[in-house]
T-cell receptor, first 115, second 109 residues
Framework: GAVVSQHPSWVICKSGTSVKIECRSL??????MFWYRQFPKQSLMLMAT?????????EQGVEKDKFLINHASLTLSTLTVTSAHPEDSSFYIC???????????FGPGTRLTVT | GQNIDQPTEMTATEGAIVQINCTYQ??????LFWYQQHAGEAPTFLSY????GLEEKGRFSSFLSRSKGYSYLLLKELQMKDSASYLCAVRDGDYKLSFGAGTTVTVRA
């Protein structure tokens, strides 16, 4: 149980285009989802916290107009990278709070490459 | 904010024991987590400590001392598949996780 999926697993896009990444909790309802970014050989950096039905809370330094987050249901959150640039190339990982208070389950990640 | 420190790299031989230390300074504490991450994959949950003491789970154990802002992850009977990055993460009062930079463990035959 407590499986989180992400789609796509990898994507290559041209500079200036937008990319949408989906995060789904498959067998539980996730009231809170988190979006992280990880650059090579670095740790995960929290980008934003997403609660179902409300606006996402962004961490300092993360542009909310560039990284659009929608959490329309208890099982789906989306991250849209708008007007992507090569410096946005990274590994994007979502997680969801599971049935137990302390659990946070991670999706398999999406590798974005902007050319 | 959180300041989390852990060693960058560790190397050990198969069958041995390795201890990964993590120290943290936090503005709020609501649990400490250890995750394992293989290259190109998402982290997988290993352990959770919120009270002082040792939590044992098979070959992996995790210890926490809240007064010292200190935790360690103990890996016993190392196997080649244990070669990975191990992330220490602290959850704050808002239930957000802050991660250390990770410790790359290399297991040699």
């Amino acid at each position: 149980g407590a499986v989180v999926s992400q789609h796509p697993s990898w994507v290559i896009c041209k500079s200036g285009t937008s990319v949408k990444i989906e995060c789904r909790s498959l067998d539980f309802q996730a009231t809170t989802m988190f979006w992280y970014r990880q650059f090579p050989k670095q740790s995960l950096m929290l980008m934003a916290t997403s609660n179902e039905g409300s606006k996402a809370t962004y961490e300092q330094g993360v542009e909310k107009d560039k990284f659009l987050i929608n959490h329309a249901s208890l099982t789906l959150s989306t991250l849209t990278v708008t007007s992507a640039h090569p410096e946005d190339s990274s590994f994007y990982i979502c997680s969801a709070t599971g049935p137990l208070d302390y659990e946070q389950y991670f999706g398999p990640g999406t590798r974005l490459t902007v050319t | 904010g959180q300041n989390i420190d852990q060693p960058t790299e560790m190397t050990a031989t198969e069958g041995a024991i390795v201890q990964i230390n993590c120290t943290y300074q936090t503005s709020g504490f609501n649990g400490l987590f250890w995750y394992q991450q293989h290259a190109g994959e998402a982290p997988t949950f290993l352990s959770y400590n919120v009270l002082d003491g040792l939590e044992e789970k098979g070959r992996f154990s995790s210890f926490l001392s809240r007064s010292k802002g200190y935790s360690y992850l103990l890996l016993k009977e190392l196997q080649m598949k244990d070669s990975a990055s191990y992330l220490c993460a602290v959850r704050d009062g808002d239930y957000k996780l802050s991660f250390g930079a990770g410790t790359t463990v290399t297991v040699r035959a």
